[in-house]
């Protein structure tokens, strides 16, 4: 396809604070000591709130994530700051340009909520203080931390993409302003069993995960870890199939294959999100399996509320951070006329090969970062399940060998089930992937 001719934009100048050479050093020294004391003052407050069982109230945990935060939009900056004033070289490259912006944009946002969490915490405690521990629980306290990150994220994803996927060429170019989706099939007569088909499975998702959601939240019997850990991996399934099922079935009722530009980097970003958080979270039952049964005397201290929480916290946040990297990359770069993906959803590796540029650059970040999230995922999840085994086999009782066993057969089947799957759909000869 013949492209346009283009100059595009591959980095910026930053105008810095000063162009007086004179003054470069008492500032670099200026903004040295203070980023060093906001890092050292910020990570002793997290560690300490974190260490010191004195301090694991309400207020102290806000306080942690109030220093969290405002390491994050200081890391954001502040170093390529400081290089920039000691190389006196002001330029940043467009891809970092970005992931700057989006990462100090969620960090301030989340900033201005927590704050708020904290004025209301100060409110509680002052105003109903006998009602104090009641109002302000661990669960009300994460919930007021996780919906400014939720929020703060998809907020900063939806500016950045906006600015970064508008024209920055110094010529006018036609622009993409949206794709082909070449569906499952292009038999007319298949259109109405597949829409059956696929509403059918959908509706089983949504039905069946929301009901095991509610059911562990409302059910005093099923406050456990492997509870816990089995309603975000609900959460999760429920996440993946509602970025690609609804808009599917839209394409298979209406026979419109098209997704418009932003439609299609939002549900790559959400279906890469949970895909991988997913992994994890798997991880992270195969070692409660492996707990409960190699340790049960331990189990209770061992699989503490504040560990469950970080086992599902970090997938998420690792996720999140993964998925805007890939998406950032990817719809930063430039496309060529062609807009034909070859698949029903917008993938990252159909979605490369319409890249006009950095293909390679892409997929071996892909591959990296999917051969560090896989093969650690599995490694948990086969050392967890060999230990298990082993512990198993040297049980006398045959009843609690088959209890053992039940136990763990049911998430055995949805890890083999879904690395199956992944497997199948992504680690095939390249050939494999051609629809021609």
């Known amino acids: 396809t013949n ?11 930053l105008i810095g604070i000063t162009d007086q050479p004179e003054l470069q050093a008492p500032f670099f020294g200026l903004f040295l000591i203070i980023y060093v004391i906001s890092v050292m003052g910020n990570l002793g407050m997290i560690i300490l709130t974190n260490v010191d069982s004195r301090l694991q109230t309400p207020m102290y945990f806000f306080l942690r994530h109030l220093a969290f935060i405002d390491l994050g939009y200081s890391t954001a900056v502040g170093p390529k700051m400081l290089v920039n004033i000691i190389t006196d070289q002001n330029t940043i490259p467009y891809i970092w340009c970005a992931t700057q912006l989006a990462f100090f944009i969620l960090f301030i946002i989340s900033e201005l909520f927590i704050l708020s969490a904290m004025a209301y915490d100060r409110y509680v405690a002052i105003c109903h203080p006998l009602l104090y521990t009641v109002v302000m629980s661990q669960k009300v306290c994460w919930v007021l931390v996780a919906v400014p990150y939720v929020y703060s994220a998809f907020l900063s994803l939806i500016i950045t993409i906006r600015i970064f996927m508008s024209s920055f060429y110094k010529h006018n170019l036609t622009l993409l302003k949206e794709f082909i989706l070449m569906g499952i099939t292009g038999l007319p007569e298949l259109q109405p069993p597949l829409f059956g088909l696929f509403l059918t499975v959908y509706l089983v998702s949504v039905v069946g995960n929301l009901g095991l959601i ?5 059910d005093s019997r099923l406050q456990t870890p492997m509870y816990f850990l089995l309603r975000h991996l609900a959460f999760t399934d429920l996440g993946y199939s509602t970025a690609v099922g609804p808009k599917m079935l839209v394409n298979f009722a209406v026979d419109q294959h098209t997704i418009s530009f932003n439609w299609c980097a939002t549900q790559l970003t959400f279906f890469s999100i949970f895909i991988i958080s997913e992994i ?5 039952m195969a070692y409660d399996r492996y707990v409960a049964i190699c340790n049960p005397l331990l189990y209770t201290a061992v699989m503490s509320q504040r560990l469950c929480q970080g086992l599902v916290a970090i997938p998420y946040l ?3 951070s993964l998925s805007l ?24 590796l159909p979605l490369i090969a319409l890249l006009c540029s950095g293909a ?15 093969v650690s995922s599995l490694l948990i999840v086969l050392v ?7 512990a198993v086999l040297r049980m006398n009782s045959a009843k609690g060998r088959h209890k053992a066993f039940s ?7 949805v890890i083999a089930v879904f690395y199956g799957t992944l497997f199948f759909m992504y680690v095939q000869p390249k050939s494999a992937h051609s629809f021609d």
Not at 325 to 348: A, E, P, Q
Not at 369 to 374: C, I, K, T, V, Y
Not at 407 to 413: A, I, R, W
Request: aromatic content about 16%.
């Open 325 to 348: 990297l890939i998406i950032m990359k990817i719809f930063l770069s430039s496309f060529g006329d062609y807009n034909v993906i070859r698949h029903f959803y917008c993938d990252s």
């Open 360 to 374: 390679h650059e892409i997929k071996l970040i892909i591959l990296i970062f999917s051969a560090f999230s896989l």
């Open 384 to 390: 967890s399940y060999t230990l298990i085994f082993v």
């Open 3 to 13: 492209q346009p001719n283009q100059t595009v934009l591959t980095e910026f100048t």
């Open 407 to 413: 136990t763990c057969g049911s998430h055995l089947t």
């Open 214 to 218: 509610i059911l562990t939240k409302i």
């Open 318 to 320: 690792y996720s999140v």
């Open 280 to 284: 994890f979270i798997l991880s992270a």
